[in-house]
Structures are given as structure tokens and as C-alpha cells.
């Protein structure tokens, strides 16, 4: 499975972003995906994911930091997985990547980096204040 990650960029506080995750290669009828980010000095944290079975939507989950400002969504029309990020702060610039891992509905879906198994190169957003 091979993930692209795209759309990171500068904005100003209070900007929009949209970050996307194509993926391509293996197929699986139940996945997650997640958005991770990585800011200069600091671990990797999840920020929202998605999980996906029996061509449904199960369940989706955001960081506290998250809540409120971003959304998680597969955009059908261009088989992406995108995070629409409004009310940004200079508190969210860092490198986010996409990943993805097989899942099945029985399990939560995991929140830690790694439990996932492919990965997207980092895209950079950068929040000027």
C-alpha cells in the first residue's frame, strides 16, 4: 500500500487547510487511517482518525486539540482521505503524515503510531501567527 500525502502549506492563524491521503496498491474491505503530526521538538500525536468497513464509515476520533476545529472524511470524488483543518493555530504547525492500517470492527481502532503499517511522506503546515 503505498500513501501520498498533499496540501500542507503557510497560512495565518484563523486559516483553512486541507490536507489529502491517496492510497493506492492492496485493498483491504476494512481499514484506518489516521493523521499524525510532528512538531520541531516533540513526539508524534494523533490527530484524527478514520475507520472504514463493509464500505461504511464506522467511526472517526480527534485528538482534544482537534475537536471542534478539524474533520476527518473520505472524499469520495477523488478516493482521498482528507483533514479539512479551520481555525488554525501556531500551535498546529508541524510535519503531518497519513497512515494506514487493516482493521476489523471488532477492534478499536489503534492510536498509537506504531500500530500503523504504511505510511505517507510528511506534508509541512506552517501557522504564522
Known amino acids: 500500500v503505498q500513501l501520498q500525502a498533499s496540501g500542507g502549506g503557510l497560512v495565518q492563524a484563523g486559516g483553512s487547510l486541507r490536507l489529502s491521503c491517496a492510497a493506492s496498491?492492496?485493498?483491504?474491505?476494512?481499514?484506518?487511517m489516521g493523521w499524525f503530526r510532528q512538531a520541531l521538538g516533540k513526539e508524534r500525536e494523533l490527530v484524527a482518525y478514520?475507520?472504514?468497513?463493509?464500505?461504511?464509515?464506522?467511526?472517526?476520533y480527534y485528538a482534544d486539540s482537534a475537536k471542534g476545529r478539524f474533520t476527518i472524511f473520505r472524499n469520495n470524488a477523488k478516493n482521498t482521505v482528507d483533514l479539512q483543518m479551520n481555525s488554525l493555530k501556531p500551535e498546529d504547525t508541524a510535519v503531518y503524515s497519513c497512515?494506514?492500517?487493516?482493521?476489523?470492527?471488532?477492534?478499536?481502532?489503534?492510536?498509537?503510531?506504531?500500530?500503523?503499517?504504511?505510511w505517507g511522506q510528511g506534508t509541512l503546515v506552517t501557522v504564522s501567527s
Open positions: 497512515a494506514a492500517r487493516p482493521w476489523h470492527s471488532a477492534l478499536a481502532p489503534p492510536r498509537t503510531s506504531d500500530a500503523y503499517d504504511y
Open positions: 478514520i475507520a472504514w468497513s463493509g464500505g461504511s464509515v464506522r467511526t472517526t
Open positions: 496498491g492492496r485493498t483491504f474491505s476494512g481499514y484506518v
